[in-house]
């Protein structure tokens, strides 16, 4: 686990199916999938999936933490 160098919470990266790494919040979410869903979340597999939190869901995924960083705007490409 590191740090996020602008706001010091600690984060993890997961690659993402484009190969790309992605910083994400610790913390599995359970949600249940849905296009419409108002999550957008990154599965282990590196899959960006939407849906709606479910707590009795099997599915889980992480959040990105470019969406909960409040300085996330400095460390866009």
């Not at 990266?13 to 790494?21: E, F, S, V």
């Not at 992605?22 to 999550?39: C, E, H, R, T, W």
Request: aromatic share 8%; hydrophobic share 25%; with cysteine.
């Amino acid at each position: 686990m590191s740090k996020c160098k602008s706001c010091g919470k600690s984060i993890n990266w997961l690659r993402l199916k484009t190969g790309k790494w992605n910083p994400v919040d610790p913390g599995k979410i359970p949600y249940k999938p849905d296009k419409n869903g108002k999550l957008t979340l990154i599965t282990i597999d590196g899959e960006v999936v939407r849906g709606n939190l479910d707590i009795m869901s099997h599915h889980y995924g992480f959040q990105s933490h470019f969406a909960t960083c409040p300085d996330a705007d400095q460390h866009r490409r």
